[in-house]
């Protein structure tokens, strides 16, 4: 029996082709998605699932037979594209049966190892917190780049370009992220920055890739750049705050005390992970903030697996350690 498994983010797509045979994983990566709310959307979005699909079949040189079951875990979907994201699959492979759900349920069940116990909070491209309890979901965030995403690999990527900004206009503190940004992006000036941004060759995923910039400034002791990754730990610890305080209110909180962090942006444990924890146990000390046990990519496998009353062997699967399987 074959099930497929797809983890699309803002950040990037990953798949994953198990056996249930021999109990052997496939992993694969392929490119971002986007809301699919516009044409541009949904043509990245079928991009970014197609590109991981094919790369994943590359690995393979055997004839694909027909796929049980194939577990869609998307950042941003709605109802209403479900139906075409399925179409997008069919496209390249034979599966029996799809399921399409939000990011959330993978990525809790993945960093869990499928014991879903504690409130998860997300931050990629994007950023919100989640629990399950007592058959009721809890949620904080997930408003998307403009209303929301605080904390997120986005986020910290604006503030750097915010804080840049500031500093060559003598409204900020000076900062190395002024000419790190202009490098990073091919320019001389700010108002050139602009237009691209405001041209769509500056993209959300560009912008998102700038955390890693920042996290490399703070580490070599740049205030304003640790001061942002401070700020997106706090920010991200203030959703995880809010579903804390609507598990008490429906007096289930003696249920959950754990925190699992996944995401790009926990990669800096020194300065968000940090921030996060501060934020957590300033408002209740009892939660203990444990790093994810797998991605969200071996999330949708465990999904799949309930969902077909079968146990997935996940003994071939490396201990996942905050890093990445790919």
Not at 23 to 30: P, V
Not at 50 to 59: T, V
Not at 207 to 232: F, M, P, Y
Not at 256 to 273: E, Q, R
């Amino acid at each position: 029996m074959l099930i497929l498994g797809i983890d699309a983010g803002q950040t990037s797509t990953k798949s994953c082709l198990y056996n249930h045979e021999d109990g052997t994983f496939l992993l694969a990566k392929g490119p971002s998605i986007d809301h699919m709310l516009t044409d541009k959307g949904k043509f990245k979005s079928k991009l970014g699932i197609q590109q991981s699909i094919k790369n994943l079949l590359c690995q393979t040189t055997e004839s694909m037979g027909e796929i049980r079951l194939a577990f869609v875990s998307i950042s941003g979907i709605h109802k209403e594209h479900e139906s075409l994201v399925a179409s997008w699959i069919l496209e390249c492979l034979n599966v029996e049966t799809i399921i399409i759900e939000g990011d959330v349920k993978a990525n809790l069940a993945g960093a869990s190892s499928g014991n879903k116990d504690g409130i998860l909070v997300i931050a990629g491209g994007g950023s919100i917190a989640y629990c399950f309890n007592n058959n009721k979901e809890y949620v904080a965030g997930g408003y998307g780049h403009i209303l929301g995403d605080e904390g997120s690999a986005y986020w910290i990527g604006l503030q750097a370009i915010k804080a840049a900004i500031k500093h060559t206009e003598y409204r900020g503190i000076p900062t190395k992220l002024t000419d790190e940004i202009l490098h990073t992006f091919n320019d001389d000036s700010y108002w050139g920055i602009k237009k691209k941004i405001h041209g769509n060759y500056i993209d959300r995923s560009d912008i998102s890739n700038l955390s890693v910039l920042v996290e490399k400034l703070a580490n070599h002791g740049d205030t304003v750049s640790q001061n942002i990754l401070r700020a997106a730990g706090s920010e991200l610890g203030e959703l995880v705050v809010s579903v804390i305080k609507q598990l008490e209110n429906d007096g289930v909180i003696e249920d959950v005390n754990i925190v699992y962090p996944t995401g790009g942006a926990f990669n800096s444990h020194g300065w968000v992970l940090t921030s996060l924890k501060e934020k957590v146990e300033e408002y209740r000390t009892s939660f203990q903030i444990n790093l994810p046990i797998y991605p969200p990519i071996i999330g949708t496998i465990i999904l799949a697996g309930e969902v077909l009353n079968i146990e997935i062997k996940l003994n071939n699967i490396k201990y996942f350690n905050g890093g990445d399987l790919i």
